[in-house]
């Protein structure tokens, strides 16, 4: 059964750093295309990152761009996302979402999201 | 960027009847090589993730139900609920995967009339 477990929110103030981290399970980490997907309270879906089996190529919505860095460990099955200068507007649930095997871009499988609150 | 508009926001539809969901591209999502169109329906429920319901516009994605439909090409979409059951109250999304920033619709919520 595939399942994708999120951890890392909570409570930051303006500026702070927080790391989120994906753990994977029940299939293949190293074959597919990940994302970071996030929803601010009540709000629709905002995609924020992606990054490529391997690492090799990694795309940002222009509004994390330079705040914002995406990873994985292929050997841990982990999808990271380190989240610097973070920002009240980056209040949201995020959630973790794998590719669809036909595609890089739409999402088969999601966790279950965690919660970043940004407030002093 | 590629701008997605559902209409409409919100719609209250009678157990039984159908129900359909409008998404509009500001570019084609078409992709002349393959001859396919790069836009996907999710299903939310309220304090779950979201859920693929279609993918290249009118896949239909493994265990979804076959009263769940997409069609349309270009820029112009639509998710149709053929008999609405209780369980498929929810707010659905459109998204396009054609280029990146990939982006969601606004959303339109699905209510029992």
């Known amino acids: 059964e595939v399942q994708l477990v999120e951890s890392g929110g909570g409570l930051v103030q303006p500026g702070g750093s927080l790391r989120l981290s994906c753990a994977a399970s029940?299939?293949?980490?190293?074959?597919?295309?990940m994302s970071w997907v996030r929803q601010a309270p009540g709000k629709g879906l905002e995609w924020v990152a992606n990054?490529?089996?391997?690492?090799?190529?990694?795309y940002y919505v222009d509004s994390v761009k330079g705040r914002f860095t995406i990873s994985r460990d292929d050997a841990k099955n982990s999808l990271y996302l380190q989240m610097n200068s973070l920002r009240a507007e980056d209040t949201a649930v995020y959630y973790c979402?794998?590719?669809?095997?036909?595609?890089?871009?739409?999402?088969?499988?999601w966790g279950q999201g965690t919660l970043v609150t940004v407030s002093s | 960027d590629i701008v997605m508009t559902q209409s409409p926001d919100s719609l209250a539809v009678s157990l039984g009847e159908r129900a359909t969901i409008n998404c509009k591209s500001s570019?084609?999502?078409?992709?002349?090589?393959?001859?396919?169109?790069?836009l996907g329906w999710y299903q939310q429920k309220p304090g779950q993730a979201p859920k693929l319901l279609i993918y290249?516009?009118?896949t239909r994605e493994s265990g979804v139900p076959d009263r769940f439909s997409g069609s349309g090409s270009g820029t112009d979409f639509t998710l149709t609920i053929s008999s609405l059951q209780a369980e498929d109250v929810a707010v659905y999304y459109c998204?396009?995967?054609?280029?990146?920033?990939?982006?969601f619709g606004g959303g339109t919520k699905v209510e029992i009339k």
């Open positions: 979402a794998r590719a669809h095997s036909t595609s890089s871009s739409i999402f088969d499988y």
């Open positions: 029940g299939f293949t980490f190293s074959s597919y295309w």
């Open positions: 990054i490529k089996q391997g690492g090799s190529e990694k």
């Open positions: 570019q084609s999502v078409l992709y002349s090589s393959n001859n396919k169109d790069y």
């Open positions: 290249w516009a009118s």
């Open positions: 998204q396009q995967y054609y280029s990146t920033p990939l982006t």
